[in-house]
């Protein structure tokens, strides 16, 4: 897909000198998390963004699949007040934005940033820890999926017949729940056999089994 760089932006690439970083945008239940890549905080577009040592995600890709593109953000050396609030706020579904930035040489900041990716926060952030004798270490990743990934997502399906079938107009298996809901349902096999333990002597016993199939 084309896309067109600011001027500003295209200035910045041919620049002698500067950093390039990322600036991440997580909103959360009570407002929006601003954290970067770069060595210090830096503040753009009037918010403040938090710099994070280890932070970092995976190379973004497009492609033509609808709802395919997805990219994997993980972060070490987290403040934690930061951490508390990844795992006790609400955010699944809310928006998270990456975008590719420079700041000049001067610390003067790119005035258009470009998005790289904006999607959903879908997943739970992730946390691993090592432990040892000199001190420990804490990883937080999660995955931010497009915005068409939960366009074919199912949700509300409730256990009654009209709901069901409203996805799965085939099985009729929620009409009969009333009826078998003290028999044993058998899968899978046209003509299911149940085998019961034999006595001390001989083996067991098979016996077929009033069963229900579908």
């Known amino acids: 897909m084309t896309r067109t760089l600011h001027a500003d932006m295209v200035t910045a690439a041919q620049a002698a000198a500067g950093e390039i970083f990322h600036l991440f945008d997580f909103e959360f239940s009570d407002g929006t998390l601003y954290l970067t890549d ?17 932070l970092s995600h995976d190379t973004i890709q497009e492609t033509t699949e609808l709802g395919a593109q997805s990219v994997r953000v993980t972060m070490s050396g987290v403040d934690t007040s ?7 706020e609400n955010y699944v579904g809310q928006t998270a934005i990456i975008r590719h930035a420079h700041i000049a040489s001067d610390g003067t900041i790119t005035s258009n940033p470009v998005i790289v990716f904006q999607g959903l926060m879908n997943a739970p952030f992730e946390m691993q820890e090592t432990f040892e004798r000199e001190g420990g270490s804490a990883t937080i990743s999660t995955r931010l999926v497009s915005p068409f990934a939960i ?4 949700n509300g399906v409730r256990s009654n017949v009209p709901s069901h079938q409203k996805y799965y107009p085939a099985d009729t298996i929620m009409r009969h729940l009333a009826n078998i809901s003290d028999q044993p349902v058998m899968w899978g096999n046209a003509t299911p056999v149940l085998f019961s333990g034999g006595g001390g002597g001989g083996g067991g016993d098979v016996g077929r089994e009033g069963d229900t199939r579908f």
């Open 38 to 54: 770069a060595s210090n905080d830096v503040t753009w577009s009037g918010n403040t963004y938090t710099s994070v040592s280890g």
């Open 151 to 154: 366009i074919n997502k199912v």
């Open 82 to 88: 930061v951490m508390t609030r990844m795992l006790q």
